[in-house]
């Protein structure tokens, strides 16, 4: 399993970033996949996560109605449109498959929001 981030990057307050996930190695749309971010001296925590199929979407309170994921199982890869930035969403943000009984992650993308 593999699974590459990327888009990440430094963005102004309110602005907006997309990030990618491209996954392989395994069947990606059998699984869910999750996004995850870890702020500096805190834990990781959940941001959004996507139904195999791409039919449900759940997000973290923190994030509902400024984030959108999404999947392309054509292209084996997953989406976190982020809108309407925040100072607080500045972290790394990774990718995550949960397979086989397994966490699989990405190295993680920077998305640093900043004045």
């Known amino acids: 399993v593999r699974l590459v981030e990327s888009g990440g990057g430094l963005v102004q307050p309110g602005g907006s970033l997309r990030l990618s996930c491209a996954a392989s190695?395994?069947?990606?749309?059998?699984?869910?996949m999750r996004w995850y971010r870890q702020a500096p001296g805190k834990e990781r925590e959940l941001v959004a996560y996507?139904?195999?199929?791409?039919?449900?979407?759940n997000y973290a309170d923190s994030v509902k109605g400024r984030f959108t994921i999404s999947r392309d199982n054509a292209k084996n890869t997953v989406y976190l449109e982020m809108n309407t930035l925040k100072l607080e969403d500045t972290a790394v943000y990774y990718c995550?498959?949960?397979?086989?009984?397994?966490?699989?992650w990405g190295q993680g993308t920077q998305v640093t929001v900043s004045s």
């Open positions: 995550n498959a949960y397979v086989d009984m397994r966490d699989y």
């Open positions: 190695g395994f069947t990606f749309s059998r699984y869910y």
């Open positions: 996507i139904t195999s199929g791409g039919g449900t979407t």
